[in-house]
C-alpha cells in the first residue's frame, strides 16, 4: 500500500515507519524533521510543520491509508483532521492513549483517582480526539489505544487485543511494547477487523 505517517520521527511513528517498510509498504514520513531520517527504500521523507494544512493536504492526498502518531497536547489534532479529510485517503488510523480505555464501565483511566498528574492534559486530549473520530460520518477510521505502559521492547507478536476495556495481565500490570503496537496497527492496516472503531492490545 502507499500510506503517510504523521509523526514518523517519534518514538511510535519511527517504529511505525519501520513495520510498514518491513512489509513492502511505500512510505511517506511526515514530520518537522523528517529529512534527518536515513534513507531507505520505499521511504519518501516530507520535511513540513502539521501546522502547514495545504502542506500537509498535498502530502497525504488520495494515499491508500494515513497513519496518525503525534502528541494531541500540540492542538494539531483538529487541524491534521481538516487536513485528512480534505486528502480524501482510503483510511485512517491513529495512535490515542490509554486514558480514554474504562478502568471499569462507565469510568475512563483518565478519570480514575490514580491518574498521573503528568499525563494527564495528553490523555484528555486523545479522547477528545476519539470522541472527534467518533462524530465523523466521512471518514473510514480507526485509533488503537495502548496498555497503560507503552514502552520501547521486543516484537513479540504476543499479545491479547481488546476493544475499550484497560487489558491488565495476572499480575495486575497493563503493558505492550512499542514494536507490538506497530505490529498490531500494520496488522488491522492490512486485514481491517476494527473499522470506524477503536481497539486496544496488551500483555
Keep these: 500500500m502507499n500510506i503517510a505517517i504523521i509523526g514518523a520521527t517519534g518514538s511510535v511513528g519511527g517504529r511505525l ?11 511517506t514520513a511526515i514530520a518537522r524533521k523528517a529529512n534527518e531520517l536515513p534513507a531507505q527504500a520505499g521511504l519518501t521523507p516530507v520535511a513540513i510543520s502539521y501546522t502547514d494544512n495545504a502542506a500537509l493536504t498535498t502530502a497525504i492526498r488520495d494515499k491508500d491509508a494515513v497513519l496518525l502518531a503525534v502528541k494531541f497536547t500540540s492542538g494539531d489534532g483538529p487541524q491534521i483532521l481538516r487536513a485528512v479529510k480534505a486528502a480524501h485517503p482510503g ?11 474504562e478502568a471499569k464501565p462507565g469510568l475512563d483511566v483518565v478519570d480514575t483517582p490514580d491518574f498521573p498528574a503528568a499525563y494527564k492534559d ?22 488503537i489505544s495502548p496498555s497503560a505502559l507503552l514502552a520501547p521492547g521486543e ?8 476493544t475499550d476495556q484497560l487489558l491488565v495481565d495476572a499480575q495486575g500490570k497493563s503493558h505492550i ?7 498490531a496497527l500494520i496488522d488491522e492496516l492490512e486485514q481491517p477487523k476494527f473499522r470506524r472503531a477503536r481497539f486496544t492490545v496488551g500483555y
Excluded at 155 to 162: C, N
Aim: hydrophobic residues 40%.
Design 17 to 27: 515507519t519501520q513495520e510498514a517498510l518491513s512489509r513492502g509498504h511505500q512510505v
Design 91 to 101: 483510511r485512517l488510523l491513529a495512535v490515542g492513549g490509554a486514558g480514554s480505555l
Design 122 to 143: 495528553e490523555a484528555l486530549a486523545a479522547r477528545e480526539f476519539l470522541r472527534s473520530l467518533r462524530r465523523e460520518n466521512e471518514l473510514d477510521w480507526t485509533m
Design 155 to 162: 516484537r513479540t507478536g504476543k499479545y491479547r487485543v481488546g
Design 177 to 183: 511494547s512499542i514494536e507490538d503496537l506497530a505490529k
